[in-house]
């Protein structure tokens, strides 16, 4: 790749991440406007179908790496020792990391519920 896009591919997964979770926000916005789960096991149901589950996780993997771009891109242009740069960089990485597999823990779990 040319050093000329070189952002191109951050920039480009910035965007498809951001219209997703537009995109996941307003179906969880309608869906819940026209049919409100009244109970829990209402909530249960519907968070645990497999379109909502699935949705639900790539959400949460898009947001994932949304935030991990945008924290990456901050940390670079504002951190110049490079220990301290990739101790932030490591300690973000693996917050972001043990997230989303807690989430999917929580997700397959409450589904074999």
Known sequence: MSRRVQGLR????????ALY????????????FFNWPDDYDSWYQWVTGPVN?????TFFL???????????????????????RASVLMLVGLGLLFCLIWLSRV???????
Not at 67 to 83: S, T
Not at 107 to 113: K, N, S
């Open 21 to 32: 979770l537009l995109v996941y926000v307003l179906f969880v916005t309608v869906s819940l």
């Open 62 to 84: 898009m947001l994932t790496i949304h935030a991990w771009i945008g924290i990456r891109d901050v940390v670079m242009d504002y951190v110049h020792p490079l220990a301290v």
């Open 10 to 17: 951050s920039w480009l997964w910035q965007r498809i991440s």
């Open 107 to 113: 997700l397959v779990l409450a589904y074999l519920r």
């Open 53 to 57: 589950s699935i949705a639900l996780f």
